[in-house]
């Protein structure tokens, strides 16, 4: 086999892991945790050859988007700079991820506690320096670590797991203020 063919083939291939992630986390977030496997390989327009190639188990596609998230939200950190209300637009990057990626905890409920948390510390370290120049800027409630935003994101997953579609983005914005008052002075800027 050629290098150019080599190339090629290892193209598609990231091509259609990158399609498989993509519809697995939009048919994770209509469609809930017991999607059909093969409704994501569908929706990928890939076969299910391709998808159990990718992916053997619904845990380890599901996992693969969680860990993926965690890149989005180091990535998003780093673009923020040093932004004095960096910390409250970083969290509601992740209130926005969470309600659009609501059925994963459901999946990953039996995951590696070892991966998980070297996922939260990742998430941690991306937070930190945010939260120091939110509270340096008078943003952040003096009171408020680092371990209070971790704990401000489960709380919001347990209150925007109901399915209720029709109040669901008004449960949201709730949730979403209650937590910009508990952890921010004045509710912090809007984003």
Known sequence: MSDKTQGTKRRDAARNRERLLAAARQAFAEQGPGV???????????????????????????????????????????????????????LDFVLDMQRDNRSLAHVLSGADLAWLTGLSARTVAAFRPHLERGREAGLVHPD????????????????????????????????????????????GPVA
């Open 144 to 187: 408020v670590d680092v371990e209070d935003l971790m704990l401000a994101f489960p709380m919001a997953a347990g209150a925007m797991a109901d399915n209720d579609v029709v109040h669901r983005e008004q449960l949201n914005d709730r949730v979403r203020a209650m937590l910009h008052r508990a952890l921010f002075i004045d509710g």
């Open 36 to 90: 059909a496997f093969e409704e994501i390989a569908r929706a990928a327009e890939v076969s299910r050859t391709t998808l159990y190639r990718n992916f053997a188990t619904r845990e380890e596609l599901a996992a693969t988007v969680f860990e993926d998230n965690v890149t989005l939200i180091e990535q998003h950190a780093a673009t923020l700079g040093e932004r004095p209300d960096g910390i409250v637009r970083l």
